[in-house]
């Protein structure tokens, strides 16, 4: 049996990058380019007004204010995408709208609310311009050659904006990983059968399916395989077609619980089985060729926890993801908790802000055929290996969900 | 100019719920039912061992211990999708697997591990078991007829396990908002077109696409309408087919600024028009029919907070989402910070955890064309309007990306 942080060190060490796939830009949201993405020019490309107003030379103002108007001839207008040719010379402004080319001549501009427009042609200013006021000079925001988005961070909607303006109508990013999702079980129906006695209808595999989707990868719901050597067979061979395969149940110390032993037959490299986590123990690791095996224990919070403390990470690492963890905060435990196993724990918690403060309590039965626990938590606690008895006020980590 | 809050109090009334559609269960995951959901069923539905072990009447063990085990007769087996048909009595036991219907007359299982195997048919118990142990009683996770999801929260994949457990493979979930994105401006060029000179490339639509797509809307870009009136009006009509059109600059007070002339004569009724918030001043909103109109400003950090702070509330309420603002977190400040314009300010923000705190820095350059800022953020800092002077140290609150 080892630990959470070494099967997770292995899992992810195993984990291959996978190939690369050109898409267009809005198809690349959520996944991560191949490399570095360099800005192809500078943005803003051009000096421009960020206000409507009046460039002028502040130069030719230097005096102006409320007791000392000065006003100055409007020559031309520079509105966006429809520039002024000329220049701004003494005495003179150019009207000018937000994004508009700054025309030459101007370092300022003077918002329209600040000003008296007298006549047509003509502009009274009450105060006097900071050089450069009011414009957004090339490249302040990004300069050519600049790294946009670094490789190892998926294309967020904010990155969208910026890969537009640069003229990256299509991105190559990591393809995403092909999930096939096994359910073993000779008590296991599909969802639209009526269980007989003694029978459940299939569940864990939903959830999966939901998880990897999350994770950025294609579910594929592989056919329930009853707890026959020779079912398993079929299931597991037609599994291995994908990037990954996860298998539900079959991994404990059962009678019936022949997957490790039927992966095993086929030439899958079990890389651990058993991990010092609860829930989710039984949990069995394997490799063939690329693809990843998982065995995932039955009940559906170990199923839960476990994909998304290994296998989730082990995707996020396949299609690009540089961070492939999730962020933890600090909370302060609202209730006393015990434990004397030794194992890393992770409770379904509810965590709510109060008072500038997370606070976390565990959702009511810890079992793990509760999932009901798992659908009330918006959080997982993390109890460490060593912690044996906490108390109300202390601090646990969490992750949310 | 009315107050953020205000501001996003009108949009949510006039927020209609959309229709609603059956879908596939793997398709109900992130959308939201339309009503309740009951359990049809107990979970589990019978009682079960939550090992492999032996299924026991506790009475028959009463005095076991290490000193004086207790040896039984095995008299059959009830695995999981097998059940044992007879009935335990006095001096018996059935060897039981993880998920197996407990035998009758049977109230506890002792693990294997727990156990001495002697002979093939009988096993020798050295403690005594609790009357209930290592069994899941029927309906202790959930019982028929208790709501399993509340109208009002989106399917998760942790749901989904629960929705497939009680038979549900279709479920009846709110459409998707049909998002129209209009992007205006005469400097506005394509992004596979090369931008000539004061001319950029259309880049807040895409950060819009992606964004709705993030709140479970279905973009539709539409193509860019130059600042006249009577190609306005053409990309508007054709806008308002969706249920949502999102405009993208036009409602400053520039001398071309048609948007919300145009949107009058049309005859969409404007609720707001200029929102105390920074970024996002000249945000607009009218409603035409059912249909939501926003005139965003159309700098990318403004067009991005004003949708994460008025659009994504209202598609979440569409789509019927209960809870349609994000979660908010208290962090410490890690600069000073100071405002003098009365506004309610949204900062760029990178939130990291330090020693057990959340700490926030602003990202840079906080200047509304800054689109990097928006990039390298993972939050929003909230600067409320009475707020002037921040410390280092002081706490704000923040909204994750």
Same mark, same amino acid.
Request: avoid cysteine.
């Given at each position: 049996m080892i630990n959470t942080s070494s099967a997770l060190k292995i899992v992810l060490e195993n984990a291959p990058l996978l190939g690369v796939k050109n898409v267009s830009l809005l198809d690349s949201l959520g996944r991560v380019p191949s490399h570095d993405i360099i800005a192809s020019q500078d943005l803003p490309p051009f000096n421009n007004s960020s206000m409507d107003g009046f460039a002028v030379a502040s130069s030719n103002l230097r005096r102006a204010s409320a007791k000392h108007p000065r006003t100055l001839k409007v020559i031309g207008e520079s509105s966006a995408g429809r520039a002024f040719a000329g220049k701004v010379t003494s005495g003179q402004v150019v009207r000018v709208m937000t994004g508009a080319l700054m025309p030459r001549g101007a370092d300022a501009v003077v918002p329209i609310e600040k000003v008296v427009e007298c006549e047509t042609e003509r502009v009274r200013f009450l105060e006097s311009p900071k050089p450069g006021q009011h414009i957004r000079s090339r490249g302040e925001d990004i300069r050519r050659g +600049? %790294? #946009?988005?670094?490789?190892?961070m998926p294309v967020t909607s904010a990155a969208l904006a910026v890969l537009a303006a640069c003229g990256y109508s299509r991105l190559r990013v990591r393809r995403k990983p092909r999930v096939s999702i096994l359910p073993t079980g000779n008590e296991l129906v599909g969802i639209t059968e009526k269980p007989k006695r003694g029978q459940i209808r299939c569940s864990s595999s939903y959830a999966l399916a939901g998880y990897v989707e999350g994770a950025g990868g294609i579910p594929k719901l592989l056919g329930i395989a009853p707890d026959t050597k020779s079912r398993l067979r079929k299931g597991i061979k037609a599994g291995l077609g994908s990037d990954v395969l996860l298998l539900t149940g079959g #991994? *404990? #110390? @059962?009678?019936?619980?022949f997957v490790g032993e039927v992966l095993a037959d086929l030439g899958v490299e079990i &890389?651990?089985? &058993? #991990?010092? %986590? &609860?829930? !989710? &123990?039984p949990l069995l690791f394997g490799k063939w060729r690329k693809v990843l095996v998982f065995g995932l224990p039955g009940n559906p919070v170990s199923t839960s926890v476990t994909f998304l403390q290994f296998v989730r990470p082990a995707l996020l690492k396949m299609c690009g993801w540089q961070d492939v963890q999730p962020m933890t905060f600090s909370a302060l435990l609202d209730h006393d908790f015990s434990k004397s196993d030794g194992k890393r724990h992770y409770l379904r918690g509810v965590a709510v802000q109060r008072k500038g403060e997370l606070r976390v309590s565990a959702? !009511?039965? +810890?079992? *793990? @055929?509760?999932m009901s626990s798992m659908v009330k938590a918006n959080c997982l606690m993390i109890i460490p290996e060593d912690a044996a008895t906490l108390h109300k006020g202390d601090r646990v980590e969490i992750e949310f969900l």
């Open positions: +600049q %790294i #946009v988005l670094k490789s190892g #991994v *404990s #110390v @059962g009678k019936y619980d &890389k651990f089985w &058993k #991990v010092n %986590i &609860k829930p !989710g &123990k959702t !009511g039965s +810890q079992s *793990s @055929g509760a």
